[in-house]
């Protein structure tokens, strides 16, 4: 895991790097009937220091922002032991 700092932020995330401060970034394994696929993902509900490589985590459905009037949803990991 590791973290993105505001100026490295992508544009459609500049509102959160506002708020300041890095946000843990993970690379994420997914597994389901023998298959993997990774990829990268932000880890929401988890202090970047608590979080190491190998721990648990779960796909969220988040609502990620809105541009020109639509609203843009996607996946964050939060560790599997976060509350919903």
């Known amino acids: 895991m590791t973290g993105v700092s505001p100026g490295g932020a992508p544009p459609e995330f ?11 970034v993970a690379l994420v394994r997914f597994e ?13 509900d988890a202090d970047p220091e608590a979080v190491a490589a190998g721990d648990a985590v779960r796909a969220a459905f988040r609502r990620i922002y809105e541009q020109e009037g ?5 996946r964050k990991g939060r560790p599997s032991d976060a509350s919903t």
């Open 14 to 24: 500049a509102r959160q790097a506002e708020r300041g401060g890095d946000y843990p």
């Open 32 to 44: 389901r009937d023998g298959r993997a696929v990774s990829l990268p993902m932000q880890v929401c």
């Open 70 to 74: 639509v609203v843009r949803y996607g």
